[in-house]
């Protein structure tokens, strides 16, 4: 099924506009994973190895997850825990419901294996997606709901919004991510300054249900303000940080990195490692960092936990690569466990840093 996919599948997504390509593919889990066998076929042909692992007082079959954006309405939940994830980020959703940016807003690269969006958190509104998690069934693994901000809301009643989000949804979830980076939503990246992001944070606490709660950054940011925005968030009782978001920063000037928007993929794979390496320096790698941003394979996932991440993320990969990716980077990781005679995850998390 993998080669199936490479010969079959995915030239015949590539011919399509990635936006309808992205829906079709979710279409086509939603309905594979909605009858019995369907569901064991995903698990026979993807699941990898179990690579259990502990982190926010949650148990994760192995460290790899979905990242957000790619379910923003939870439409595939029971196909992502069969193809084999380890924890699922559902989102982002906002108070309101909104349709985003103009169409088209995503677009992809093969030969930077790299995508650039523009989405604009197309969403439901947390209305809706709450009476529509009540009804699901939720996965047998750590479900994270991811937080934005309503285009129409002020800045100055942010906190209000993401507050609204995370009551409606609390029930439903594990934890939360609260996104103060994406690019899309003018001026979102603002949040991101101390006393906004203490307002939001505080906001949030009183609706989670003590259940984790961590923020999301961009890459673009520097040094001095990443460190400020941990000790932030960590002095608040932050469950951990998500490093990181698409990036607006653009290697090269050619082809879709032309477009507006966010970058991810692999041209974000180094800064996002070293925001990673940061963080897990500032804090003598004792709060939790969710690694993401252009793992494509096991060394690249191998990279970002070494250098402090305790889970990780993909996005751009399952578009570049298929479910496969999921088995060939968890297995790929259990080998490298092995090789360095090393029995859980939890031990190899920041070993580049205690070099
Ligand atoms: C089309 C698209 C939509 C995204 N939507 C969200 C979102 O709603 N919230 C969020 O925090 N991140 C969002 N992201 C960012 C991803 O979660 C991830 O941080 C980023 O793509 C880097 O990972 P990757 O290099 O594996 O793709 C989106 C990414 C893409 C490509």
Not at 12 to 27: F, I, N, Q
Not at 251 to 277: A, F, K, N, W, Y
Request: net charge positive; charged share 20%; with cysteine.
């Amino acid at each position: 099924m993998g080669l199936g996919y490479s010969l079959l599948v995915r030239p015949m997504l590539a011919l399509m506009d990635s936006e309808k390509a992205h829906s079709r593919a979710l279409l086509g889990l939603r309905f594979t994973s909605f009858t019995f066998l369907g569901r064991w076929m995903l698990r026979v042909i993807y699941r990898p190895r179990n690579v259990f692992s502990k982190c926010m007082g949650l148990d994760f079959p192995n460290p790899l997850g979905l990242a957000a954006g790619m379910d923003k309405k939870a439409e595939a939940m029971p196909g992502w825990e069969n193809l084999g994830f380890g924890f699922i980020e559902v989102g982002g959703i906002t108070e309101h419901e909104q349709s985003g940016n103009p169409k088209p807003r995503m677009f992809r690269s093969g030969k930077h294996g790299a995508l650039v969006n523009r989405m604009g958190f197309n969403n439901p509104g947390s209305q809706l997606m709450s009476s529509h998690l009540s009804k699901s069934s939720k996965p047998g693994v750590p479900l994270f709901l991811n937080v934005g901000k309503s285009k129409i809301t002020a800045l100055e009643d942010a906190h209000l919004d993401y507050a609204k989000t995370v009551e409606r949804c609390q029930e439903y979830v594990d934890g939360f991510v609260i996104n103060v980076s994406s690019p899309n939503t003018p001026n979102l990246r603002e949040l991101q300054k101390d006393e906004d992001l203490a307002r939001i944070i505080e906001a949030v606490q009183q609706h989670s249900g003590n259940k984790p709660v961590l923020i999301k950054i961009a890459p673009d940011l520097e040094d001095m303000q990443i460190r400020s925005i941990v000790d932030t968030a960590r002095g608040l009782g932050c469950a951990g940080i998500v490093a990181t978001n698409t990036t607006i920063e653009r290697p090269e000037e050619e082809g879709i990195m032309l477009e507006t928007g966010g970058l991810s993929g692999r041209p974000l794979r180094q800064r996002s490692t070293q925001v990673i390496r940061l963080i897990a320096d500032h804090t003598d790698g004792n709060w939790p960092i969710i690694g993401v941003g252009g793992i494509s394979n096991a060394d690249d996932a191998w990279e970002k936990i070494i250098n402090g991440a305790s889970l990780i993320q993909i996005y751009s990969a399952m578009v570049f690569q298929g479910a496969s990716a999921i088995k060939s980077i968890v297995n790929g990781l259990d080998k490298k466990l092995k090789s360095h005679g090393i029995s859980n995850i939890e031990d190899a998390v920041g070993l580049a840093r205690r070099a």
